[in-house]
Nanobody, 123 residues
Framework: QVQLVESGGGLVRAGGSLRLSCEAS????????MGWFRQAPGKEREFVAA????????TYADAVKGRFTISRDNAKNTVYLQMNSLEPEDTAVYYC????????????????WGQGTQVTVSS
């Protein structure tokens, strides 16, 4: 069993930056591919970014490509999402998720989820 806890959310003005963290407990994160997802009010949960267990492979949603960077530190059991050039459309609850084996973008394929952290971008 893996427990995930997100942190780092908050209120930021458009054009600003935030770094989200997702810390795992229960098992070492090095066995898992990790993803970040987000859900805005009234919308479906959507894929943001994912990273392989080794960190060698990453993938991003088109909406965040070039602005967001996913990374991981397996020694700290933590995954990060650096978010730059934030836009009001990025406002959502951000969730991290874990799954064994390879990176995928489909939320239903992830077995473990955190509780989420709110990101609000003002215009």
């Amino acid at each position: 069993q893996v427990q995930l806890v997100e942190s780092g959310g908050g209120l930021v003005r458009a054009g600003g930056s935030l770094r989200l963290s997702c810390e795992a407990s229960g098992r070492t994160l090095s066995a898992y591919a990790m993803g970040w997802f987000r859900q805005a009010p009234g919308k479906e949960r959507e894929f943001v970014a994912a990273i392989s267990w080794s960190g060698d492979s990453t993938t991003y949603a088109d909406a965040v490509k070039g602005r967001f960077t996913i990374s991981r530190d397996n020694a700290k059991n933590t995954v990060y999402l650096q978010m730059n050039s934030l836009e009001p459309e990025d406002t959502a609850v951000y969730y991290c998720a874990a799954r064994v084996l390879w990176v995928v973008t489909e939320a239903s394929m992830y077995a473990y989820w955190g509780q989420g952290t709110q990101v609000t971008v003002s215009s």
